[in-house]
T-cell receptor, first 115, second 112 residues
Framework: GAGVSQSPSNKVTEKGKDVELRCDPI?????LYWYRQSLGQGLEFLIYFQGNSAPDKSGLPSDRFSAERTGGSVSTLTIQRTQQEDSAVYLC?????????????FGEGSRLTVL | GESVGLHLPTLSVQEGDNSIINCAYS??????FIWYKQESGKGPQFIIDIRSNMDKRQGQRVTVLLNKTVKHLSLQIAATQPGDSAVYFCAEKNQAGTALIFGKGTTLSVSS
């Protein structure tokens, strides 16, 4: 596609359930990021994938959070045993060159609400 | 630690005025800074960037100024328009040179 695509756009779940959020980056982009944005807040870095290198997971807030990037393309962010404080917009972004100049292309996000 | 912050969370201007949005950063080793604009319900969008070997860079109606001495970054928008209303974030690469670290953002409101 022309841009970064994220699904679902909205997800409402009950506390304790697992959720999966999907990101389809721009074709050919080698780097992929996940960020979390709580209401009225900035973007909190979660995880960064670059090519075939080990991902930078330094931003994941707990071991309930994990992410994969299969085949260097699609990525899935999984949150296990969701908590109310996990409610936020989860943004995915891709970058043409790993370690590049920082022009990230963002999707429109997946809004997660944990009841 | 690493942090990127902004001086003011909100800025209100009249259409046609010039806007200045400020940002302070803490990582003196940063060599690359970027400004992003986020409209309501959308993901952030790249506006302009600047490398640490420059102190000024101009784009279309926007200018970014970098003062490395005081670790200060600013975004100037000329002849602000209602379509400029958005949240503006400054960002820098983390110390590992991988992730972009974003500040909390300044909400710019432009009234006609």
């Amino acid at each position: 596609g022309a841009g970064v695509s994220q699904s679902p756009s909205n997800k409402v779940t009950e506390k304790g359930k697992d959720v999966e959020l999907r990101c389809d980056p721009i074709s050919g982009h080698t780097a992929l990021y996940w960020y979390r944005q709580s209401l009225g807040q900035g973007l909190e870095f979660l995880i960064y994938f670059q090519g075939n290198s080990a991902p930078d997971k330094s931003g994941l807030p707990s071991d309930r959070f994990s992410a994969e990037r299969t085949g260097g393309s699609v990525s899935t962010l999984t949150i296990q045993r969701t908590q109310q404080e996990d409610s936020a917009v989860y943004l995915c972004a891709s970058e043409r060159l790993a370690g590049g100049v920082g022009e990230l292309f963002f999707g429109e996000g997946s809004r997660l609400t944990v009841l | 630690g690493e942090s990127v912050g902004l001086h003011l969370p909100t800025l209100s201007v009249q259409e046609g005025d010039n806007s200045i949005i400020n940002c302070a950063y803490s990582n003196s080793a940063s060599d690359y800074f970027i400004w992003y604009k986020q409209e309501s319900g959308k993901g952030p969008q790249f506006i302009i960037d600047i490398r640490s070997n420059m102190d000024k860079r101009q784009g279309q109606r926007v200018t970014v100024l970098l003062n490395k001495t005081v670790k200060h970054l600013s975004l100037q928008i000329a002849a602000t328009q209602p379509g400029d209303s958005a949240v503006y974030f400054c960002a820098e690469k983390n110390q590992a040179g991988t992730a972009l670290i974003f500040g909390k953002g300044t909400t710019l409101s432009v009234s006609s």
